[in-house]
């Protein structure tokens, strides 16, 4: 016996606006999801906001603005286009966390784009990912994953 002929997949396309509205949405999701435990047999299915971690000491004081417990890891030498930015070297933290064990991913993203209006818009991006366990504000140890942009 013969199968019938199988039915191909439609090849679907996603416009950029609609990859950069619901693909930030879906990451933010799925890195609080990644962060609170499963909700437990008390907390009547509401999951558990884990405690916040503590910030890096030191940091990019913006002109003016506040200080943000960033560091810029990678060879001196690079510039970023549109910021202007120097990165501080390989021996500079990629976490923006303290009392941490884990494993940090770090990604520069610079481009430009067309948006739909027709203009032409530059893209520069900090992304990092960061899953280990860290010592929360209260003194908690805790286990979590956590995305910057």
Do not use: C, W
């Not at 439609?10 to 990451?27: D, E, M, P, V």
């Not at 047999?41 to 910030?55: E, T």
């Amino acid at each position: 016996m013969h199968p019938g002929p199988t039915a191909q997949p439609r090849a679907r396309t996603i416009s950029r606006r609609s990859l950069f509205k619901y693909g930030a949405a879906t990451g933010a999701v799925a890195t609080v999801a990644a962060a609170t435990p499963a909700a437990d047999a008390h907390s009547h299915g509401v999951p558990r906001v884990l405690p916040a971690p503590k910030p890096i000491p030191g940091g990019n004081q913006i002109p003016g603005g506040p200080l943000l417990h960033v560091f810029l890891p990678g060879p001196p030498e690079v510039t970023l286009p549109f910021t202007g930015a120097q990165l501080q070297g390989l021996d500079v933290e990629p976490a923006v966390i303290t009392d941490y064990r884990g494993v940090t991913a770090l990604a520069y993203l610079a481009g430009s784009a067309t948006g739909s209006d027709g203009n032409q818009y530059n893209l520069e991006a900090d992304m990092r990912a960061i899953e280990g366990t860290y010592v929360a504000t209260d003194g908690t140890r805790q286990r979590g994953l956590f995305g910057f942009i």
